[in-house]
């Protein structure tokens, strides 16, 4: 579990830029909850206003879970002649971007995505533990 959150520090300054004043890019960080169950990695994120075609969910390098969105939220328009926003606190965002490294025990051809009501979960199955070795003890004659 601990290697869901060890991120190198170059990819933490991409995913987490208001955490650095280097660089200026308009990335967005994405909140996140991680649940650890039996048998997934569940993982639960908060993108509201965008659609599910504004999200993509790939794996890169064979164990890198890469959550990204190059989609704007969308402002609600008004038709009417001299319509204006009076106060705007909820700034559109550009560009999302979150990146985990999976565990060992991940089983990247498994993983599943399901986006509702600004919610985005992506699952990822765990392989079952490898058996354990048997002992056997061999006589000697």
């Given at each position: 579990?601990?290697?869901?959150?060890?991120?190198?520090?170059?990819?933490?300054?991409?995913?987490?830029?208001?955490?650095?004043?280097?660089?200026?890019?308009?990335?967005?960080?994405?909140?996140?909850?991680?649940?650890?169950?039996?048998?997934?990695y569940?993982?639960?994120?908060?993108?509201?206003?965008?659609?599910?075609?504004?999200?993509?969910?790939t794996?890169?390098?064979?164990?890198?879970?890469?959550?990204?969105?190059?989609?704007?939220?969308?402002?609600?328009?008004?038709?009417?002649?001299?319509?204006?926003?009076?106060?705007?606190?909820?700034?559109?965002?550009?560009?999302?971007?979150?990146?985990?490294?999976?565990?060992?025990?991940?089983?990247?051809?498994?993983?599943?995505?399901?986006?509702e009501?600004g919610?985005?979960?992506?699952?990822?199955?765990?392989?079952?533990?490898?058996?354990?070795?048997k002992?056997?003890?061999?006589?000697?004659?």
């Amino acid at each position: 579990m601990n290697q869901l959150l060890n991120f190198p520090e170059s990819i933490e300054k991409l995913v987490f830029p208001s955490r650095s004043n280097e660089g200026s890019e308009n990335r967005g960080s994405i909140p996140v909850d991680i649940l650890d169950t039996q048998k997934d990695y569940i993982s639960y994120m908060d993108v509201p206003g965008l659609s599910k075609s504004d999200i993509q969910v790939t794996v890169e390098d064979e164990n890198t879970l890469v959550i990204r969105s190059n989609g704007k939220r969308r402002r609600e328009e008004c038709e009417e002649e001299g319509c204006k926003y009076v106060r705007m606190e909820r700034k559109p965002t550009h560009k999302l971007m979150k990146k985990f490294r999976l565990p060992d025990n991940s089983n990247v051809s498994s993983i599943t995505a399901k986006y509702e009501n600004g919610v985005l979960t992506v699952t990822v199955e765990k392989l079952p533990p490898p058996p354990k070795s048997k002992t056997v003890e061999v006589a000697i004659s």
